[in-house]
């Protein structure tokens, strides 16, 4: 099989979208993605749904000179931002087409049948990776045994719940706190996290885990209104 390798660029957040590939066009770039928290989350995805994976392709570009991977998602519940059908495809760099990769490093792909909550940054522009933060944006909801929805991260450690914290610095504060974040370790901050270890039924009720988003997303506009009311009377 014939591999296609990536190399490393550190970037934003908002730009993990950016990354250099070997034999690819240039506005197609792999990443080491730096954390965000959850107000970044939620400031910088202009869709948040819950939905299920139901397709999932891999195929050449017009021209065959790189591979994506479509994913179709069956919406649920949109939480943030409006969606005019009840399904959304967005691509992902990189796949498997015959006895071709192309790998993108870093890559988790939504699989087939997969549930979660999944924070999308434009859904309208094609990126490397469609979701904020890579996998701080990607929540998978999984069943217990007795029957409730719970949340886990992309790697499949429990979310135990949101930090109590609330969003009081400015956007303007937000854009330069980026610069000082570390590397992500697949997490967001502001996460309560367990380990894999854990059992699922330490994990927050999918539920709970939604209004907590809600509730933070609220707070997250209402800093973001006053900001902007703040510099128009300036």
Request: aromatic share 6%; with cysteine.
């Amino acid at each position: 099989m014939k591999h296609l390798q990536t190399l490393f660029a550190v970037v934003k957040p908002v730009a993990a979208s950016v990354v250099l590939l070997l034999c690819l066009p240039q506005w197609l770039y792999a990443t080491s993605v730096l954390q965000v928290d959850m107000e970044q989350l939620l400031n910088d995805a202009a869709v948040i749904f819950e939905g299920e994976v139901i397709a999932s392709e891999a195929r050449w570009n017009d021209d065959n000179t790189y591979i994506s991977t479509w994913v179709t998602f069956a919406v649920d519940d949109v939480i943030k931002g409006e969606l005019p059908t009840d399904t959304i495809i967005q691509s992902f760099a990189g796949g498997t087409v015959g006895d071709t990769s192309l790998n993108v490093s870093g890559m988790v792909y939504p699989e087939l049948g997969e549930k979660g909550i999944y924070f999308i940054e434009d859904p309208q522009r094609p990126q490397v990776n469609p979701i904020v933060g890579w996998s701080q944006g990607h929540f998978k909801v999984e069943t217990d045994e007795y029957g409730t929805e719970r949340m886990l991260t992309e790697n499949n450690d429990p979310i135990q719940g949101l930090e109590d914290t609330s969003p009081d610095n400015t956007p303007q504060q937000r854009a330069a706190q980026q610069s000082a974040l570390p590397l992500s370790e697949g997490a967001a901050q502001g996460l309560r996290v367990g380990s894999s270890t854990d059992a699922l039924n330490t994990a927050i009720d999918k539920n709970d885990f939604k209004k907590a988003l809600k509730v933070r997303l609220s707070q997250v506009n209402a800093t973001d209104a006053a900001s902007d009311e703040a510099k128009a009377q300036k």
